[in-house]
Nanobody, 119 residues
Framework: QVRLIESGGGLVQTGGSLRLSCAAS????????MAWFRQAPGKEREFVAS????????VYAESVKGRFTISRDNAKNTVYLQMNSLKPEDTAVYFC????????????WGQGTQVTVSS
């Protein structure tokens, strides 16, 4: 069972920054692709960004490009999401997820961390 533990959420003003962390219990084929998703109240969960452990290749949602940066620390089995220039519409529960490179879905999820951006 893959365990993903998020941390770093909180309350910040518009224009502020936060860094989320996701510690993975393993860095194997099952967690080759690490991603962040978010879910705002009353909305569906949406993809934010992903990174591959081995290559470092990243993918971003259009809504966060230029503001958010996903990175990984292989030695610590930890993935980060640096969020800058935060907006109220970024308010959501942020989830870390992992999948192998072949899967289309993410079977492994963390418990989520709340990010609230005040206007």
């Amino acid at each position: 069972q893959v365990r993903l533990i998020e941390s770093g959420g909180g309350l910040v003003q518009t224009g502020g920054s936060l860094r989320l962390s996701c510690a993975a219990s393993e860095r194997t084929f099952r967690t080759s692709i690490m991603a962040w998703f978010r879910q705002a109240p009353g909305k569906e969960r949406e993809f934010v960004a992903s990174v591959a452990w081995s290559s470092g290749n990243t993918v971003y949602a259009e809504s966060v490009k230029g503001r958010f940066t996903i990175s990984r620390d292989n030695a610590k089995n930890t993935v980060y999401l640096q969020m800058n220039s935060l907006k109220p519409e970024d308010t959501a529960v942020y989830f870390c997820a992992a999948r192998n490179p072949i899967a289309r879905e993410y079977p492994n999820w963390g418990q989520g961390t709340q990010v609230t951006v005040s206007s």
